[in-house]
């Protein structure tokens, strides 16, 4: 941001700044960082690349391009040119499983001294790209489809600006550490130590050895006769051990996808539209997915947000949870490992705390940002318990809970005391940090706590929906405590979580907007705005029938559906903004969990309204990928939604969205002592008349289901059964 932009900010709005901090650490939507073209993304561990749609990283792109690894740029240009043109583009697109990105290329009309030398579209050239251990690979096929031979010169263009990932999306820095530049025989070294000593090094390997080689670019000559081919083989490594043998890392690479979601169980359709689209979710997801000590993990979402994030990983989980249940064992288990133990303020850390963001760059090391292991959320720990629940009730896993119990608890103490700032038995932030995020729940944004006359809360701050995870948090993990024979905990919070439902109603009900206010601010007042956030109360049960009707309607009104799902902010608040962040966009994963919730309350018609807006406005998405976020405009017929400029795509949240929305129509759940898998109200869109479910999992049996759509409803037949389970069906 600008100063003068926020000089206006600050005159307009003088809270803004009080509640901002400085630095800001959101995504600025400046030249430097909004694409103005099409990327094509990777990733694979701790390491994610963008590319332009030629395969480039381009040293004149808005800035954003490049090949990262723990959160620092390494490759920040490279670009292939053929006797100094760029090749033309065929086509280019990111394999249908995430294993690589290929790209098809021709030579334009090559003119030297006013001849012609060599016409367009006789030399192909094949590019493929992909990522493992920490290592870019890059395979280049070049052929020359013409009777007669051709000399070539193609020409890499290549740099290394290790820019820490927070200068990429716009943070400014006075001082920056050091670059050395190598180069001889077939490779190229680039050496970075940071301001912090810290050593990094990038090596580029060329196979074969190209004739020139330069600090930052190599050139390889060659003579191609009639439709011979030849192949020159790049490796960018940011690994200590270097790269191994191409064929080997592809093999690696695609060995790792596959095994992400082999365990999981598969969804196809009569509709090809929704079957491709749970598949790129299944691919967009096992590339996210990222093993760590403890077990998978989903990261955050690309680009910038490539990294472990507690909330995002836990509603991840809680979204795959009916037909990926691994994936909450690895995210409990990874948190569990991070707890904080103690009390830092300059982190928001306290003890029991939840992490909420992890990074390694250089400036998060050096303290320029606080992101290191930073626990500035207000839901991760609520959230934390609650899996764990679900988790237990879904697989009969008592290791792993019994594993991580002391967390649980620790966990429950912290929501207890450190939680509760003012003791009124509602969990509340205030950063600790100013240089820490100054919203705390989902929507961190800075404006998206606002009062119905558009002023912005100021804290301690309350959410609705916050309460709404302690509530099931308390309620559903205290089933699960009697189970493991504390008895004495579990009727301790089933007493407190009756009493926060009975305080809950009391405090945040507002007639004058016939719903859940979105907070209470630090004087206890109602922050009386109509937004999805009371759909999450739905999604945990803490609101009586009634109340719950009156919730589905408003979330289902004109003002807050925007045909393509639930805004985030209702038409006509004084903040609402379709082009906004938080304030009236659409999320996906916000739109899940409030199909989950409306389902749980019976209201099967409405979530069938959700998932079939979301799906439609798929439709209309690059991939058939939904994105983080996207605008909250009505929808219009023959036109697709409006997307966001900075959403990440894809967001591991978002990837998971297709997952919640199909068990909220199914209403599908499991009974691990009875070993009964149940269907009850099952109802699908008219889209789609049948749906195939298969290695369905309930403990170690496994079930194949064959779903058709009636007018009636909709019928479940067994094709297959594995073990000791039942399926039932209940109208």
């Known amino acids: 941001m600008t100063a003068s932009v926020a000089a206006q900010q600050k005159t307009a709005h003088p809270e803004v700044a009080d509640l901002r901090g400085d630095p800001q650490f959101y995504i600025p939507a400046t030249d430097k960082v909004v694409p103005a073209r099409r990327n094509r993304t990777l990733k694979q561990g701790d390491s994610f690349a963008l590319f332009d749609e030629h395969g480039d990283i381009s040293s004149t792109a808005a800035g954003k391009e490049g090949l990262f690894h723990c959160d620092t740029r390494y490759l920040s240009q490279f670009e292939l040119f053929l006797d100094e043109h760029r090749p ?330 450190y939680g509760d700032l003012d003791g009124d038995g509602f969990v509340e932030y205030q950063r600790r940090t100013d240089q820490g995020l100054a919203n705390q729940g989902w929507k961190d944004s800075q404006d998206s706590v606002p009062h119905a006359d558009g002023r912005l809360a100021r804290g301690p701050i309350a959410l609705v929906e916050v309460q709404a995870y302690v509530y099931a948090a308390k309620r559903e993990i205290a089933a699960v405590a009697r189970i493991l024979r504390h008895g004495e905990i579990a009727s301790k919070l089933e007493r407190e979580a009756r009493e926060l439902q009975a305080r809950f109603d009391a405090a945040f009900w507002s007639p004058e907007i016939g719903g859940y206010a979105l907070a209470l601010d630090g004087e206890k007042a109602r922050c009386a705005v109509r937004t999805s956030n009371p759909g999450h109360a739905l999604f945990c049960g803490i609101l009586s029938p009634e109340r719950a009707k009156a919730v589905t309607a408003t979330l289902l009104n004109h003002d807050s559906f925007s045909g393509w799902g639930v805004r985030t902010m209702a038409a006509g608040e004084a903040r609402y903004n379709p082009i906004s962040y938080h304030n009236g966009s659409v999320w996906p994963h916000d739109n899940a969990l409030i199909a989950l919730g409306v389902a749980r309350y019976g209201f099967k018609r409405e979530a069938l309204r959700i998932f079939s807006g979301l799906f439609g406005a798929m439709e209309h998405m690059d991939l058939l990928r939904p994105p983080e976020l996207f605008c909250g405009f009505p929808r219009r017929r023959a036109i697709g939604p409006t997307l966001y400029p900075v959403a990440c795509n894809p967001q591991s949240w978002a990837s998971a969205s297709p997952f919640a929305l199909l068990q909220a129509c199914l209403g599908i759940s499991f009974d691990v002592p009875r070993r009964e898998i149940r269907f009850a109200g099952s109802i699908l869109p008219e889209f789609v008349d049948e749906l195939r479910i298969r290695n369905l999992a309930l403990a170690d049996a496994r079930v194949d289901l064959d779903l058709r759509r009636y007018p009636a409803g909709v019928v479940v037949e067994v094709k297959r059964r594995e073990g000791d389970v039942r399926v039932t069906v209940v109208k």
Request: charged residues 20%; aromatic residues 10%.
């Open 88 to 417: 033309l583009l065929l086509s280019g697109d990111v394999r249908g499983d995430n294993s690589a990105l290929i790209v098809d290329l021709v030579n334009p009309d090559i003119v030297h001294g006013g001849a012609l030398i060599m016409s367009r579209e006789v030399l192909h050239i094949r590019r493929s790209v992909f990522l493992w251990d920490a290592t870019c690979y890059q395979h280049l096929a070049v052929q020359n489809f013409d009777t007669r031979s051709h000399e070539i010169r193609l020409t890499l263009a290549f740099a290394a600006d290790f820019a820490d990932l927070f200068e990429v999306r716009g943070m400014d820095r006075k001082r920056r550490g050091t670059v050395v530049r190598q180069s001889g025989g077939d490779h190229a070294l680039f050496r970075y130590t940071a301001l912090d000593g810290v050593q990094q090094e990038l090596r580029l390997f060329f196979s074969p050895r190209p004739q020139v080689l330069q600090e930052n670019y190599a050139t390889f000559t060659m003579t191609l006769g009639g439709h011979q081919r030849q192949v020159i083989t790049v490796a960018a490594s940011c690994s200590k051990t270097g790269p191994v043998a191409l064929g080997k890392a592809l093999r690696l690479t695609r060995r790792e996808l596959h095994r992400h979601h082999a365990s999981a169980a598969h969804i196809s359709s009569s509709n090809t539209m929704v079957d491709q689209a749970f598949k790129r979710a299944v691919a967009d997801l096992s590339m996210l997915f990222t093993n760590t000590e403890e077990g998978v993990y989903p990261y955050g979402g690309i680009p910038w947000f490539s990294t472990a994030f507690g909330r995002d990983g836990i509603i991840t989980a809680l979204e795959l949870l009916a037909f990926h249940p691994a994936v909450a064992k690895g995210v409990l288990e990874f948190l569990a490992a991070r707890q904080s133990h103690e009390e830092r303020p300059d982190a928001d850390a306290e003890p029991g705390k939840i992490v909420h963001e992890i990074r390694h760059g250089e400036m998060a090391r050096l303290g320029e940002v606080p992101f290191g292991c930073y626990y500035g959320s207000i839901d991760s720990t609520p959230l934390f318990v609650l899996l764990a629940a679900r988790y237990f009730e879904r697989t009969g896993d008592r290791e792993t809970i019994a594993r991580i119990w002391s967390n649980i608890v620790a966990a429950l103490d912290w929501i207890d005391c």
